[in-house]
């Protein structure tokens, strides 16, 4: 399916690792011009010079999404850049501590809501003046499985990325009357530089909590974040789709 991107411009977080740096890969495949932005200013630099040598124009913007200025900058920088905004991916995020939440303090969950979940409030809020005034605009935030049922030791990101999804329900209805598609995706465990604990162990006792018998790949969830920041796309808002291979009902 041509998903025809060409033109259109993507700033997308956490672009340099994992599912944000694999859905820009795909993104540049479709024609898409990128911002990526990251803290890790070496894997931009070197993941967009790997992309300008396939001959895909992306710019780099060093930010921090938990900094709402360091967010208004980066994407004024990308409209002096390139004049437009099409396409908004949220995929910065932080795994946090594995702490049962009674054991835990408050700097087991500072970090984690405001990068997670008021990092992607920062990011909404900087790019939709832009989007409003140009009546178009396409928003895919990461969410997770953890989002919708949460787990053991993962309460405080499970409640992130349960926000997220609801900060998505509810753009989707504000921002509709605007042409602004607003959804989430919500990966199962996936193989990132995330879930880097996950050993061969873990990974066949996780294995039964899946019906396809396997954790995932950024291959299974980039395609669709790429669809849904697609004019394919036009009449999908305020979905939070669960990519994770049934996970829950093996
Ligand atoms: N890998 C999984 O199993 C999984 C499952 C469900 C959801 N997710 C979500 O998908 C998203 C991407 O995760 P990933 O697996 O690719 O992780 P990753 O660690 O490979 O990539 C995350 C990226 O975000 C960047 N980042 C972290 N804090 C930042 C900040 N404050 N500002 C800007 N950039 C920042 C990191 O430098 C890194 O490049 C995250 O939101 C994560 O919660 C991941």
């Known amino acids: 399916m041509d998903l ?45 010079a790997e992309l300008g040598e396939q001959g895909t124009e992306a710019e780099t913007v060093r930010l921090d999404v938990s900094c709402y200025d360091e967010c208004q ?18 995929s910065a995020g932080v795994g946090g501590s594995l702490s049962f939440f009674a054991e835990a303090e408050p700097e087991d969950w500072e970090q984690t809501i405001a990068v997670n979940l008021i990092g992607v409030m920062n990011c909404c809020r900087a790019v ?23 787990e053991k030791r993962m309460v405080v990101y499970g409640t992130t990325k349960g926000g997220v999804i609801s900060l998505t329900r509810g753009l989707a209805i504000e921002l509709g009357r605007h042409q602004i598609n607003v959804n989430a995706v919500c990966p199962g465990v996936t193989h990132t530089p995330m879930t880097h604990y996950v050993d061969e162990e873990l990974e066949r006792k996780s294995e039964r909590f899946y019906p396809l018998g396997r954790l995932g790949q950024p291959e299974d969830i980039a395609p669709m974040i790429t669809f849904l920041c697609s004019d394919k796309a036009s009449w999908i808002t305020g979905q939070a789709i669960r990519i994770s291979g049934g996970f829950g009902r093996a």
């Not at 340099?16 to 200013?41: P, Q």
């Not at 980066?74 to 396409?87: W, Y």
């Open 73 to 90: 900058a980066g994407v004024a920088h990308a409209l002096e850049r390139f004049g437009q905004l099409d396409i908004l991916v949220n």
């Open 128 to 150: 939709t003046d832009h989007m409003i005034d140009r009546r178009y605009g396409k928003i895919v935030s990461l969410a997770s499985e953890a989002g919708y049922g949460n």
């Open 4 to 48: 025809a991107l060409t033109g259109r411009v993507a700033f997308i977080t956490g672009a340099a690792s994992g599912l944000g740096l694999c859905t820009a890969r795909h993104m540049a495949a479709e024609g898409a011009r990128l911002v990526l932005a990251d803290v890790n200013e070496k894997g931009l630099a070197d993941f967009a």
